[in-house]
């Protein structure tokens, strides 16, 4: 299931998670982490219960991201999970593999067994990717950069150059395990031209998709992370070429082409939902 466009609504505010979950995001993840603040988080659990049981089933995969492990992940599902569950969980600020495992006990005391996004926001977290990806519960690895950069020390600058390593090595750990690399939000949500550029980079980098913060982020990361005709055509290009040849390598537009372009094409017609061996 693609996960292009994955976008956050502050827990506390039931309007705007009815909202968007009617909105094109492919994931909608309701929060009760950082975008409540600790005294409004009671109050938010009930308010993201009852949205679950007025938006379930929906069109978007629905994900609710709870609280640290130790820090509120128990008294959040206690709350959230009795009424209908979500598709999945989101937990933040995931240093090891060993929180992973600990949320899926706490979702099976509850019957609940669902796939788990774990967030690498620290440098804890990126340099225990690996392990987290391969976690069995783990079925995305989301990239933070913002708490990153505040847990290193680091300066946010245009460019990120100072969260680019982290970034590479989140998708080689989610990929390394087979689970679907999640890029960090872009924050400022009144410049789609920042927000193109910046998806696009994290779509040359590997990821699958994006975090969004506004409505007004959907559009611009979908039509980032689908394949845009020529992309398409070209691995049409590859796959007709590899059919039409005698061995594993043959010419594409005047370049030598064999397996691992093959790969790449698969991945672009995989993404833009075309059927193709
Ligand atoms: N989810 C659903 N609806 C949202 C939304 C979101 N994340 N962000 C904005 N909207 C809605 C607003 O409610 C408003 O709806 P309306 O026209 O029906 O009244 C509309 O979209 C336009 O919103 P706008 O006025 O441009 O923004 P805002 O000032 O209401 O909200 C933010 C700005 C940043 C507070 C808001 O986008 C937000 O809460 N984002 C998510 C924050 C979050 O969850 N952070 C944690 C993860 S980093
Ligand atoms: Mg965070």
Redesign the pocket.
Known sequence: MARRSV????GD?G??LR??AALDADVVVY?LE??VVPDARPAARETVREALSDVVPATPELCVRVNPVGAGAKEDLAVVLDGPAPDSVMLPKVGDAAAVRELASLLEAHGVDCPVLALVESAAGVLHAEAIAAADPTDALVFGAEDLAGDIGATRTADGREVSHARQHVVLAARAAGVSPVDT?YPD?NDPDGLRTDARAAVELGYDGKLA???AQVPVINEAFTPDAERVAWARRILNARDAADGGVFVVDGEMVDAPQVTQARRVLERAGIDRD
């Open positions: 976008l956050f609504s502050p505010d309007r705007k909202k968007a929060d950082d975008a939000h949500f913060i506004h409505p």
